[in-house]
């Protein structure tokens, strides 16, 4: 079927469909919460689950290991403060952020700045971090890609978009991307395909199915080729012996 299809345009339902997955809304995703990168402990990448990451600067200078009353969103006015007490607020935010889920670095850097940090202190603050490994970009797009492919069903071009959409490098996306073959992509497939299956509308129009479980995949990331061929491979598994659709049968 992959053969069948190579070289065909596909319809314009799929390229809507794909379009929608492009936007970068998440697929099948109802709760628009910030996915977490990794079932296991998040927190500083060390850390145990639920712990807030130690403090790289508390040791040796207790001033600046405090922050000022109120913290984030204070209202105080930043004018006032002094840069030990603006350093102490940034490490606050930064601390904050990783105790609840893995962060990239630039994630790290839009809430420093939603916060009014001065971009010197945030530049300086994250280099440090990403010395100690509590910021780790590469580590976070390798667990993105483990636990996003295994818990969405993801293909490889939606995690890509969803980790340049989190400012991680193209070299560590093509890494992290590495521990997914077209087999693996294939077979999460095939499990989002029969899912829907089994819960087919009694009489549905084979051309219906076709076209709906076909614009799923499509909002999942997966390319005409690989989405075609799974769902004629799964109609075919469950007793429908018309002609297999490609990307011309089903177009308009």
Same mark, same amino acid.
């Given at each position: 079927?992959?053969?069948?299809?190579?070289?065909?345009?596909?319809?314009?339902?799929?390229?809507?469909?794909?379009?929608?997955?492009?936007? %970068?809304?998440?697929?099948?995703? @109802?709760?628009?919460?910030?996915?977490?990168?990794?079932?296991?402990?998040?927190?500083?990448?060390?850390?145990?689950?639920?712990?807030?990451? @130690?403090?790289?600067?508390?040791?040796?200078?207790?001033?600046?290991?405090?922050?000022? $009353? &109120?913290?984030?969103?204070?209202?105080?006015?930043?004018?006032?403060?002094?840069? +030990?007490?603006?350093?102490?607020?940034?490490?606050?935010? /930064?601390?904050?952020?990783?105790?609840?889920? @893995?962060?990239?670095?630039?994630?790290?850097?839009?809430?420093?700045?939603?916060?009014?940090?001065?971009? %010197?202190?945030?530049?300086?603050?994250?280099?440090?971090?990403? +010395?100690?490994?509590?910021? *780790?970009?590469?580590?976070?797009?390798?667990?993105?890609?483990?636990?996003?492919?295994?818990? =969405?069903?993801?293909?490889?071009?939606?995690?890509?978009?969803?980790?340049?959409?989190?400012? /991680?490098?193209?070299?560590?996306?093509?890494?992290?991307? *590495?521990?997914?073959?077209?087999?693996?992509?294939?077979? $999460?497939? =095939?499990?989002?395909?029969?899912?829907?299956?089994?819960?087919?509308?009694?009489?549905?129009?084979?051309?219906?199915? /076709?076209?709906?479980?076909?614009?799923?995949?499509?909002?999942?990331?997966? &390319?005409?080729?690989?989405?075609?061929?799974? /769902?004629?491979?799964?109609?075919?598994?469950? &007793?429908?012996?018309? +002609?297999?659709?490609?990307?011309?049968?089903?177009? &308009?």
């Amino acid at each position: 079927m992959l053969e069948a299809t190579r070289g065909l345009e596909p319809p314009d339902w799929f390229a809507a469909a794909a379009a929608q997955s492009a936007s %970068g809304d998440p697929a099948d995703d @109802a709760s628009g919460e910030e996915p977490e990168a990794s079932a296991g402990p998040t927190p500083g990448w060390g850390s145990p689950a639920g712990a807030e990451p @130690a403090d790289p600067f508390a040791a040796g200078n207790s001033r600046r290991g405090r922050t000022r $009353a &109120g913290g984030e969103g204070s209202g105080a006015d930043s004018a006032e403060e002094t840069p +030990e007490e603006t350093e102490a607020k940034a490490r606050a935010i /930064v601390l904050r952020q990783l105790s609840m889920v @893995a962060r990239t670095r630039q994630q790290l850097a839009e809430k420093l700045a939603a916060g009014d940090v001065p971009q %010197g202190t945030a530049d300086a603050l994250l280099d440090r971090f990403e +010395e100690l490994g509590l910021i *780790d970009d590469r580590e976070f797009a390798m667990m993105w890609v483990r636990t996003r492919s295994a818990t =969405r069903r993801l293909a490889a071009s939606a995690l890509r978009r969803e980790l340049l959409q989190r400012g /991680v490098d193209p070299e560590y996306i093509a890494e992290a991307l *590495d521990q997914l073959s077209e087999d693996d992509q294939r077979a $999460a497939a =095939r499990e989002l395909v029969d899912k829907k299956l089994r819960v087919r509308r009694p009489g549905e129009p084979r051309d219906k199915t /076709v076209r709906r479980l076909v614009s799923m995949l499509a909002r999942k990331g997966y &390319g005409g080729g690989i989405a075609f061929g799974v /769902v004629n491979e799964a109609l075919a598994a469950a &007793g429908e012996d018309d +002609e297999p659709a490609e990307f011309d049968t089903l177009d &308009g």
